[in-house]
């Protein structure tokens, strides 16, 4: 009987439940308005810590007024918030795809409220999108990619990507104001795998974005289905760990050392496993460039679903908080960026088997109405 009961106990904290992930379903039949519609496959978009800042303002008919949840940023890994706007870049990126493939062009203006103080995320809209009906609406074929999109944080192969393979990834920016990188050379490789690990210990020994992180950590099963953003620990490793105390929320925001060692392995597994990298930049790095490149990003993540290829962020380098200003100096530098411009985000590619979806939270969380 107790076996039964802990088998079923194991079987249901084993994996991330099904509510959490329903949105990778596609918007239901309930979703008539074209705005809801559309924000369905929005907020399926890539994000930071999957904070999935998101709110989504439909008073005014036929307009959507998008503004980033200030409750969820992310203030001592993303001080000046750049990351969350390329979570928010990404987002706008999937609704206007969306809107296209309903016949609705997506007009956007940028903060008509006013732009924000340097460095600040402010409290008005990050833009106005008009829904304008048109005929003949020019399809965007990587919307077909949208619900199959994943952030792969699986161990890769060895095979890399390949250069053919890289030129595909490219054309999916063309007309984008970013810039595209891209390596598979072993040297280079294993000098970006030893700054990425370098800087993800950088994140885990300080005291700050190591415990940021902690704080949004979501335990097995039912802690992701009651959260639904954040990062997502489960599996059979897990699961034992938690119930039997050895992994927990409070060992690690004790600043247990076994908890943030293993906290580091997670990740740090993940880097040693990467054979090939790609990376984007900006030549200005304001607000307008940062959403820019969250498009990017999400349209070259989607250019990798299609082409059979895994990808995921690896950015801690990138992070702006004093102690990591070292790290993002040499990476820049070994990227063969310009001091003028900043690199906006640097991934993983590669191949493994397939992964689930991250959980989402639903339409109705984001939406004022």
Same mark, same amino acid.
Request: net charge neutral; glycine share 6%.
């Given at each position: 009987?107790?076996?039964?009961?802990?088998?079923?106990?194991?079987?249901?904290?084993?994996?991330?439940?099904? &509510?959490?992930?329903?949105?990778? *379903? @596609?918007?239901? %039949? +309930?979703?008539?308005?074209?705005?809801?519609?559309?924000?369905?496959? $929005?907020?399926?978009?890539?994000?930071?810590?999957?904070?999935?800042?998101?709110?989504?303002?439909?008073?005014?008919?036929?307009?959507?007024?998008?503004?980033?949840?200030?409750?969820?940023?992310?203030?001592?890994?993303?001080?000046?918030?750049?990351?969350?706007?390329?979570?928010?870049?990404?987002?706008?990126?999937?609704?206007?795809?969306?809107?296209?493939?309903?016949?609705?062009?997506? &007009?956007?203006?940028?903060?008509? *409220? @006013?732009?924000? %103080? +340097?460095?600040?995320?402010?409290?008005?809209?990050?833009?106005?999108? $008009?829904?304008?009906?048109?005929?003949?609406?020019?399809?965007?074929?990587?919307?077909?990619?949208?619900?199959?999109?994943?952030?792969?944080?699986?161990?890769?192969?060895?095979?890399?990507?390949?250069?053919?393979?890289?030129?595909?990834?490219?054309?999916?920016?063309?007309?984008?104001?970013?810039?595209?990188?891209?390596?598979?050379?072993?040297?280079?490789?294993?000098?970006?795998?030893?700054?990425?690990?370098?800087?993800?210990?950088?994140?885990?020994?300080?005291?700050?974005?190591?415990?940021?992180?902690?704080?949004?950590?979501?335990?097995?099963?039912?802690?992701?289905?009651?959260?639904?953003?954040?990062?997502?620990?489960?599996?059979?490793?897990?699961?034992?760990?938690?119930?039997?105390?050895?992994?927990?929320?409070?060992?690690?925001?004790?600043?247990?050392?076994?908890?943030?060692?293993?906290?580091?392995?997670?990740?740090?597994?993940?880097?040693?496993?990467?054979?090939?990298?790609?990376?984007?930049?900006?030549?200005?790095?304001?607000?307008?460039?940062?959403?820019?490149?969250?498009?990017?990003?999400?349209?070259?993540?989607?250019?990798?679903?299609?082409?059979?290829?895994?990808?995921?962020?690896?950015?801690?380098?990138?992070?702006?908080?004093?102690?990591?200003?070292?790290?993002?100096?040499?990476?820049?530098?070994?990227?063969?960026?310009?001091?003028?411009?900043?690199?906006?985000?640097?991934?993983?590619?590669?191949?493994?088997?397939?992964?689930?979806?991250?959980?989402?939270?639903?339409?109705?969380?984001?939406?004022?109405?």
């Amino acid at each position: 009987m107790l076996a039964g009961v802990a088998a079923a106990g194991f079987s249901r904290c084993d994996q991330i439940p099904q &509510e959490a992930v329903a949105a990778w *379903d @596609g918007p239901g %039949p +309930e979703a008539t308005d074209i705005r809801r519609r559309a924000l369905s496959y $929005a907020l399926l978009a890539p994000n930071p810590h999957n904070r999935q800042p998101w709110i989504a303002d439909l008073r005014e008919p036929g307009v959507i007024t998008f503004l980033c949840d200030r409750t969820r940023l992310l203030p001592d890994t993303d001080p000046f918030g750049r990351q969350i706007m390329i979570g928010c870049g990404a987002f706008l990126e999937l609704l206007r795809m969306a809107l296209l493939d309903q016949g609705y062009v997506a &007009e956007i203006s940028y903060f008509p *409220d @006013g732009e924000w %103080p +340097e460095g600040d995320v402010g409290d008005t809209p990050v833009c106005r999108v $008009a829904c304008k009906k048109v005929q003949n609406a020019p399809a965007d074929i990587l919307f077909r990619q949208v619900l199959q999109r994943r952030t792969n944080r699986n161990l890769y192969t060895e095979n890399a990507a390949t250069e053919t393979e890289a030129i595909s990834l490219a054309s999916a920016l063309q007309g984008a104001d970013v810039q595209f990188g891209w390596t598979s050379d072993k040297t280079k490789c294993a000098e970006l795998r030893e700054l990425a690990e370098q800087a993800w210990r950088v994140e885990v020994e300080t005291d700050a974005t190591y415990l940021e992180s902690v704080r949004l950590y979501r335990i097995t099963g039912s802690e992701i289905a009651r959260h639904r953003d954040g990062l997502s620990l489960h599996g059979p490793l897990i699961w034992w760990a938690s119930r039997f105390g050895l992994f927990s929320h409070e060992k690690a925001l004790a600043l247990d050392p076994a908890a943030r060692m293993q906290s580091f392995e997670l990740v740090a597994d993940q880097i040693r496993n990467t054979s090939s990298f790609a990376w984007l930049a900006t030549t200005n790095n304001d607000r307008r460039a940062q959403l820019q490149a969250g498009a990017a990003y999400v349209r070259l993540n989607l250019k990798a679903t299609g082409l059979g290829l895994a990808m995921g962020p690896i950015s801690q380098v990138l992070q702006e908080f004093p102690a990591m200003l070292p790290l993002r100096v040499k990476h820049k530098k070994l990227l063969n960026v310009p001091d003028s411009s900043t690199v906006q985000m640097c991934v993983r590619v590669g191949r493994t088997g397939n992964v689930g979806p991250s959980p989402r939270r639903a339409l109705n969380d984001i939406i004022r109405i």
